[in-house]
């Protein structure tokens, strides 16, 4: 991707090596970023020295390096603790319960004494790991009920809240009106006996 090879030798014919320079876009953590040039290094028996450039310039002792890796925010918050616990244990138990099917579907084929009783658990593994996730489910939405809904725009309980507060206003607009005829019927009437 990018990148052009090419053979070197010392001037003592001593090792020859694969000199790599890469485009700017393909830059290592090895190769400064300075105006985007590359440079490639040697790997030769000692340490790495840089190569002469084409320019016949050498690469500069101390420049800034592209980091590995760039820390970006997490997109979604980290899950609460007990939710947290409940997941990892259901997670184990969900192995375990892969593990024991395994090794007794491979007991059975090879008609050993042992595939009776790890069918046998498998089952009762079977019944835990379902217990396992149905509480990482109860643990989420108790944890939900008791600590509320994080309120984001895609959030329902907003959804909800707008429409009451929507009927709130309907039924008091409406209640309004019906006080302004009373009052207007009234004050205007006037008496028939």
């Not at 105006?35 to 800034?64: D, H, I, L, T």
């Not at 590995?68 to 979604?76: D, M, N, S, T, V």
């Not at 997670?91 to 593990?99: N, S, W």
């Not at 907003?158 to 309004?176: M, S, W």
Request: proline share 6%; with cysteine; glycine share 6%.
């Amino acid at each position: 991707m990018g990148t052009a090879e090419r053979q070197e030798t010392l001037p003592d014919s001593r090792v020859a090596h694969v000199v790599a320079q890469r485009a700017p876009e393909a830059l290592d953590h090895d190769i400064p970023t300075d105006k985007g040039e590359a440079v490639a290094y040697r790997s030769a028996a000692g340490p790495a020295e840089p190569v002469e450039r084409a320019e016949g310039r050498a690469a500069p002792e101390q420049s800034s390096y592209r980091p590995l890796w760039i820390e970006e925010p997490a997109q979604r918050r980290r899950l609460p603790d007990p939710v947290r616990t409940s997941a990892v244990r259901a997670v184990l138990i969900i192995a375990v319960t892969l593990i024991q099917a395994m090794v007794a579907f491979l007991c059975t084929m090879a008609g050993s004494w042992l595939a009776f009783p790890m069918v046998l658990s498998s089952v009762a593994s079977t019944v835990v790991a379902t217990w396992g996730a149905l509480d990482v489910w109860v643990t989420r939405q108790v944890w939900n009920q008791r600590h509320g809904v994080v309120s984001t725009p895609s959030s329902s309980a907003r959804a909800l809240r707008r429409e009451r507060r929507k009927a709130r206003r309907q039924a008091r607009g409406a209640e309004r009106a019906q006080e302004r005829i009373r009052r207007q019927g009234g004050a205007g009437q006037l008496s028939h006996s």
